[in-house]
């Protein structure tokens, strides 16, 4: 199974700050079709999780811009600029190129 | 709107079998590169992920689980179903149902509330 690490477990950050995720994947996630199938997700507290990026870079409907995803291969970011109070939780990545589809472990953001 | 909503038993005792309901609206699982899956999480644990079904009735199952697990579907009724035989306290968690469409993120883009499920004797 492709393994997916992220790190840090958990970030401090103040309000109006910048946050930066990583995922690194253990084998690449590149797709025979060209595509590369990494997605992030917010989980708020108490809630489900919610689509924020889809294929490492793309906004899903209604994230604002402060949300931005890049990477490749087996190396892939997201970066919250401007951090806001709602943004607060955990963040996941999911990798759907290989089956079994994998998660990785969670990153929390909290405020400082 | 998409919007879709997990049911289940509650609680139920080891050895006995899951049988889970996501009741969906606002998309057909009858359109092609439509998909409905299945993940759960243990309280204050991570994400797993447990079956897929697709428009065309193929499926696709965590080998991990993969003898214990049935996933269906009901198209008319738009009802995604999940089946887990010989539950034991491991398998306690909340229970989420999604959509994937193929054709647009090709990730879990819609989500469920969730549904807790307790196994305990």
């Known amino acids: 199974d492709v393994v997916l690490t992220q790190t840090p477990v958990s970030l401090l950050i103040s309000l109006g700050g910048q946050a930066s995720i990583s995922c690194r994947s253990s084998?690449?996630?590149?797709?025979?079709?060209?595509?590369?199938?990494l997605h992030w997700y917010l989980q708020k507290p108490g809630q489900s999780p919610q689509l924020l990026i889809y294929?490492?870079?793309n906004r899903f409907s209604g994230i604002p811009d402060r949300f931005s995803g890049s990477g490749s291969g087996t190396d892939f970011t997201l970066k919250i600029s401007r951090v806001e109070p709602e943004d607060l939780g955990v963040y996941y990545c999911?990798?759907?190129?290989?089956?079994?589809?994998?998660f990785g472990g969670g990153t929390k953001l909290e405020l400082k | 709107q998409v919007t879709l909503k997990e049911s289940g038993p509650g609680i139920l005792q080891p050895s006995q079998t899951l049988s889970l309901t996501c009741t969906f609206s606002?998309?057909?699982?009858?359109?092609?590169?439509?998909?409905v899956g299945w993940i759960r999480q243990p309280s204050g644990k991570g994400l797993e992920w447990l079956a897929n079904?697709?428009?065309?009735?193929?499926?696709y199952y965590n080998p991990s689980l993969k003898n214990r697990l049935t996933i269906s579907k009901d198209t008319s009724n738009n009802q995604a179903f999940l089946k887990i035989t010989n539950v034991d306290t491991a398998d306690t968690a909340t229970y989420y149902c999604?959509?994937?469409?193929?054709?647009?993120?090709?990730?879990?883009?819609?989500w469920g509330q969730g549904v807790m499920v307790t196994v305990s004797s």
């Open positions: 999604a959509r994937i469409y193929l054709r647009e993120t090709t990730g879990f883009d819609y």
């Open positions: 606002g998309f057909s699982l009858s359109t092609y590169g439509m998909g």
């Open positions: 079904i697709w428009w065309d009735d193929d499926k």
């Open positions: 084998q690449s996630l590149v797709h025979s079709n060209g595509n590369t199938y």
């Open positions: 294929q490492v870079s």
């Open positions: 999911l990798q759907r190129t290989h089956n079994p589809w994998t």
